[in-house]
Nanobody, 124 residues
Framework: QVRLVESGGGLVQAGGSLKISCAASGRAFNTYVMAWFRQAPGKEREFVAGVSRDGDNAYYADDVKGRFTCSRDDAKNAVYLQMNNLKPEDTAIYYC?????????????????WGQGTQVTVSS
């Protein structure tokens, strides 16, 4: 089992940058595929970005490609989401998620563990 805690959310102006982090504790972190999801008010939670177990492959939703970078540091049991050129439509609660197994997953139901979320608000 793994416990996930997000941090680094906040208020930023459109065009700005923010880096959010997810700290993991518990079972060996390098056995998990990691991902970020987000949920905006009145909308369903959606996939944003993720990274494979070995860190060699990163995956992104179409609307964040080229703006967001997902990475992991297994020595620190952490995963990060660097967000650049933020837009008001990026405003949401961002959740860190962990998936057991090897294959990457893009769907919420494929993830076994979740953090409590961190709020990101982008003002226009």
């Amino acid at each position: 089992q793994v416990r996930l805690v997000e941090s680094g959310g906040g208020l930023v102006q459109a065009g700005g940058s923010l880096k959010i982090s997810c700290a993991a504790s518990g079972r060996a972190f390098n056995t998990y595929v990691m991902a970020w999801f987000r949920q905006a008010p009145g909308k369903e939670r959606e996939f944003v970005a993720g990274v494979s177990r070995d860190g060699d492959n990163a995956y992104y939703a179409d609307d964040v490609k080229g703006r967001f970078t997902c990475s992991r540091d297994d020595a620190k049991n952490a995963v990060y989401l660097q967000m650049n050129n933020l837009k008001p439509e990026d405003t949401a609660i961002y959740y860190c998620a962990a998936r057991t197994g090897i294959a990457f997953g893009f769907r919420e139901r494929e993830y076994d563990y979740w953090g409590q979320g961190t709020q990101v608000t982008v003002s226009s």
